[in-house]
């Protein structure tokens, strides 16, 4: 995308013109977040990759069940529909070629870590959003049966 700011200066003359052009300066875009699988016990990382020209503010959010927060609070917020809660936001981590990265790290997941997760990306031209599902698995007891 090409953003063109012109600013036109016609003080004494119309040859007083300056333009400013900035070019490749977009919304960030996030990598596409795979769904994961972990076990319960285990930690669980989600990755959020973002490219973006300028650095972004990336935060992680967590689908909540509408009944539980009827009405909305200021901790929760509509998003595509679906009421999400805000996370404690990761450390951001800037790489080569303009990519961030926002590790979420939940530690010892249960059952009730599972769920629809939402990283939002913005920064001063704009905002991305994606969604990943957290999938928790039990262990499995191998105790024999007498």
Not at 13 to 31: G, Y
Not at 59 to 79: A, G, S
Request: glycine letters at 6%; proline letters at 7%; hydrophobic letters at 35%.
């Amino acid at each position: 995308m090409l953003v063109l700011l012109m600013t036109i200066s016609a003080f004494l003359s119309k040859e007083s013109c300056r333009a400013l052009v900035m070019t490749n300066v977009d919304k960030p875009e996030i990598k596409i977040i795979p769904d994961t699988m972990v076990t319960e016990g285990n930690t669980g990382t989600l990755q959020c990759h973002v490219t973006s020209k300028t650095r972004p503010f990336i935060q992680w959010f967590k689908k909540v069940d509408d009944t539980l927060y009827n009405p909305p609070t200021d901790l929760t917020f509509d998003l595509n529909g679906q009421l999400f809660t805000v996370l404690k936001p990761g450390q951001m981590e800037e790489g080569p070629g303009n990519v961030y990265s926002s590790p979420l790290v939940l530690e010892s997941v249960t059952e009730a870590d599972e769920g629809l997760y939402a990283c939002l990306a913005s920064n001063r031209f704009g905002m991305s959003q994606q969604f990943t599902n957290l999938y928790i698995t039990s262990v499995l007891s191998t105790t024999p049966t007498p």
